[in-house]
C-alpha cells in the first residue's frame, strides 16, 4: 500500500463443486469474487472444510476428481485462464505465474530426488538456462530462503532436512521461475512456532524486493491477521467479509468474523472470556436458500433463512455478505 | 567445490572441513553399503549365495570337470558319488556334478528371462492403468484376473501343446504368467503414490503428465518392484523345473534341474542319490532368492537413500 496499486487477478462468481453420488452435487466454493493486487499478501481465513483449499486449486484448475469448476472467471492480466487448456495451464500459468507451497513439507518433496533436482526441475520446465546457469541459479535460490551451506545441502534429499529447511526448499521451488503470486496453503500449520515466525518473516520480507503477491491461506486469525494486508473470511465456500487488516480487527462487521475474534485469546485482556461459535459447519450437500451461517448466529433474523445476503461494501475496501449490513449504514464511507 | 569464490585464500582447516562436507567416495559409499548389509543377516546370506551361484553360472566351463554332455557308457553307469565323481554318474554314464554345474546356467538363465520379461512388459502396463484408472484400469484388471486364474503348469502346458516345447516357448509362457502379478503391483503402487502431495505439488510446477510418472511415481514404487522380481526368481526356477520335469520344458541332453529330476525318477530304486543333487540345487536358489529378496526389501526403504545408492 505504499505505492499505487494495481490488480494482478480477479476472481469473478467462481463456483467448484464436487459431484456425489446419486446425482447430488457439494458445492465447496460458491459464487466467490474478490482480487489480488500486485505485491500484496491477501489472508484467507476460515474454518477446515470452509473452502479455501479448493478455491486455491481452482486458480490453478487442479482440483481433484470428482471436482469441477461450474462457472467463474479468473482475470489474470486481462485474460481469462479458466478457458486455458491444461497445457496451456502448463505451460502458461502453473509455476511461472501462480505457485503454491504446502502444508506439510515433507509430503510435498520427491523422496527420490535430491533438493538440487527439484528445484532444476522447474527450471528444466520453464527456462531456457544451460546445466551451469542451473546451478547458479539454484545455489542463488537457496541462499535466498536461507539454507546454510548450500554447495553441501543441495545434493541432499528431503528425509536429511528438517521440517523448517523442508518448507524453505518448497519456497525455492516455488520461486525458482519468478512467479506472481505464490499460493501459501497452510505454510506454517505442520511447523513449531519459532521456525513459523521465520518462515513468515521470510514471506513478508519478499515482498519488499519486488515479490510476488501471497495468498495465505490459513485456519490461524492470529497469524493472517499478524501478516496480511487484507482478510477474506470464508464459510462454506462463501466470503462472510471482505477486508483490510486494520479495518477487520477493529471494526469487525459479520457476525461470523465476530464470533472468531472472540475465540481467539487476547494476551492484552486479563480474565477475557473466551467464546466458541455453537454448532459446527453446515452438511455442504443440503444446504437451503439460506445464509449459510444462519444455523449457527446469534443474531439470526426471518430473513437469514429465506435469502442468501450479497456481499455489500461497506466502507473502503469492506465488504460484509450479511443481512445486517445489507442497508449501507453512513453512505457507504 | 569452487574455492575461487571466497576473497580469503582457504585455510587448511577450511580444506579440512570442505573435505568433509564432500559427496561420500564411492569407496565411502560401498563402505557404508557394507556396513548396512552386515546388520541385514537375510542380505548378506541371501546375497552370496546369488552371487556363488551366478558365479557358477559364468564360470560352468572352469568349474566342471566334464561337459554336460559327456558320456562313457565304457564305464560304469549310475555310479556312486566318488573322488571322480563328486555327485555320481547318471543312467548314460554323464557326471552328474558337471550337469549340474551346467544346470545353473540354464535355470537362473531362464529364471532370469522370464521373470524379467513379465516385469519389464507388466510394470508400464499396470502403471498406466494405476494412474490413468477408468476403463483402461478395469479392463486391464479384468484382463490380468482371466491369466491369473490359470495355474502356472495348465498355462505353460497349454502353450507348449500350441506353439510346441523347446525353451523359447518356456520363456515365453512363463513370462506371460508373470505379466498380471508385475502389473497388479505396480497398478496398487501408483494408486497409492498418484494421491500424495508431492505429485500435487509436481502439477503445480506445471510438469506434463509423462513426467510425473516417471520422475516422480515410478522412482518411488520401484523398492516393491524389484524385492517383487527377486522373490519371483526362485518360484520361476521352481516352475521351469516342474514344466521340464513334465517333458514339456528343456529338452535333453540341455541339462536343466528339473529334467534331472524326472531323468532320475525312473532309477530311483538303482540309484537314489541321483536325484538329491539336482533337487538340493533348486533349493538352494531358491532359498537365495527369498532371503535376498527379503533383504532388499528393508534396504530399498527410501530412508535409507542418500547414504550409498
Given at each position: 500500500m505504499k505505492t499505487k496499486r494495481s490488480e494482478y487477478i480477479r476472481v469473478e462468481h467462481l463456483t467448484t463443486s464436487f459431484k456425489l453420488p446419486h446425482g447430488r452435487r457439494l458445492v465447496a466454493v460458491d459464487d466467490l469474487s474478490f482480487n489480488i493486487y500486485h505485491g500484496e499478501i491477501l489472508g484467507v481465513v476460515g474454518e477446515s472444510g470452509s473452502g479455501k483449499s479448493v478455491m486455491a486449486k481452482s486458480l490453478l484448475q487442479l482440483v481433484p476428481p470428482p471436482g469441477t469448476i461450474d462457472s467463474g472467471k479468473v482475470f489474470l492480466n486481462g485474460v481469462d485462464i479458466l478457458t486455458y487448456s491444461d497445457k496451456e495451464m502448463r505451460s502458461n500459468i502453473r509455476g511461472t505465474e501462480i505457485s503454491m507451497i504446502f502444508q506439510e513439507p515433507m509430503s510435498a518433496l520427491n523422496p527420490s530426488f535430491s533438493v538440487k533436482w527439484q528445484i532444476e526441475e522447474v527450471l528444466r520446465l520453464h527456462t531456457t538456462l544451460n546445466k551451469q546457469e542451473r546451478y547458479e541459479r539454484v545455489l542463488d535460490l537457496l541462499r535466498k530462503v536461507s539454507i546454510p551451506d548450500p554447495e553441501k545441502r543441495m545434493k541432499e534429499y528431503p528425509h536429511q532436512f528438517s521440517g523448517g529447511m523442508q518448507q524453505r526448499v518448497l519456497i525455492a521451488i516455488a520461486l525458482a521461475s519468478s512467479p506472481r503470486l505464490l499460493i501459501a496453503d497452510e505454510p506454517t500449520t505442520a511447523l513449531d512456532v519459532t521456525v513459523q515466525a521465520d518462515i513468515m518473516d521470510f514471506l513478508e520480507g519478499m515482498r519488499q524486493n519486488d515479490g510476488p503477491s501471497i495468498l495465505l491461506i490459513s485456519h490461524n486469525l492470529n497469524l493472517v491477521t499478524e501478516r496480511s494486508d487484507r482478510i477474506m473470511v470464508m464459510y462454506a465456500g462463501r466470503i462472510m467479509e471482505m477486508a483490510t487488516s486494520i479495518d477487520l480487527v477493529n471494526n469487525p462487521l459479520h457476525p461470523y468474523t465476530i464470533g472468531l475474534m472472540d475465540s481467539v485469546p487476547d494476551m492484552g485482556k486479563e480474565g477475557q472470556k473466551l467464546t466458541a461459535i455453537p454448532g459446527e459447519l453446515p452438511n455442504l450437500a443440503e444446504l437451503g436458500n439460506g445464509c449459510v451461517f444462519y444455523s449457527r448466529c446469534s443474531k439470526a433474523m426471518p430473513i437469514c433463512e429465506k435469502t442468501k445476503p450479497e456481499p455489500v461494501k461497506v466502507g473502503t475496501e469492506h465488504y460484509c455478505s450479511c443481512h445486517l449490513h445489507q442497508v449501507v449504514p453512513d453512505g457507504g464511507r | 567445490m569452487s574455492t575461487g569464490e571466497s576473497p580469503h585464500p582457504v585455510s587448511e582447516i577450511g580444506l579440512v572441513a570442505r573435505d568433509m562436507l564432500k559427496k561420500p567416495s564411492v569407496r565411502e559409499r560401498v563402505k557404508n553399503f557394507f556396513s548396512f548389509a552386515k546388520g541385514n543377516k537375510k542380505l548378506m546370506i541371501g546375497g552370496f549365495m546369488l552371487l556363488f551361484i551366478a558365479v557358477v553360472a559364468l564360470c560352468a566351463p572352469l568349474i566342471a570337470p566334464y561337459t554336460y554332455n559327456e558320456m562313457r557308457t565304457s564305464e560304469t553307469l549310475l555310479?556312486?558319488?566318488?573322488?571322480?565323481?563328486p555327485f555320481g554318474t547318471d543312467n548314460f554314464g554323464r557326471d552328474v556334478f558337471s550337469r549340474v554345474v551346467y544346470g545353473t546356467r540354464v535355470s537362473l538363465g531362464i529364471a532370469i528371462l522370464c521373470v524379467g520379461l513379465g516385469t519389464i512388459v507388466g510394470v508400464p502396463i499396470g502403471m498406466l492403468a494405476g494412474y490413468l484408472g477408468g476403463w483402461f484400469d478395469i479392463l486391464i484388471m479384468r484382463l490380468s484376473d482371466v491369466i491369473m486364474t490359470i495355474p502356472t503348469i495348465l498355462m505353460a502346458v497349454t502353450i507348449t501343446a500350441i506353439m510346441g516345447s523347446g525353451l523359447k516357448v518356456v520363456i515365453f509362457a512363463l513370462a506371460l504368467v508373470y505379466i498380471p502379478g508385475a502389473a497388479r503391483l505396480a497398478r496398487s503402487m501408483v494408486y497409492s503414490i498418484k494421491e500424495r502431495e508431492y505429485v500435487a505439488a509436481a502439477k503445480v510446477i506445471g510438469e506434463p503428465q509423462h513426467r510425473i510418472l516417471w520422475r516422480y511415481i515410478f522412482p518411488n514404487c520401484i523398492g516393491p518392484i524389484i524385492v517383487q522380481f527377486t522373490l519371483r526368481l526362485s518360484s520361476a526356477v521352481l516352475a521351469e523345473a516342474g514344466i521340464s520335469y513334465l517333458g514339456y520344458g528343456t529338452q535333453p541332453p540341455i541339462p536343466s534341474w528339473g529334467l534331472m529330476l524326472s531323468d532320475s525318477q525312473g532309477y530311483m530304486w538303482q540309484a537314489p542319490i541321483l536325484c538329491i543333487f539336482p533337487g538340493l540345487a533348486i533349493l538352494v536358489l531358491v532359498l537365495a532368492g527369498n532371503l535376498f529378496g527379503d533383504g532388499l526389501r528393508d534396504l530399498l526403504d527410501p530412508r535409507f537413500k542418500g547414504r550409498f545408492v
Open positions: - | 555310479e556312486a558319488p566318488s573322488w571322480k565323481h
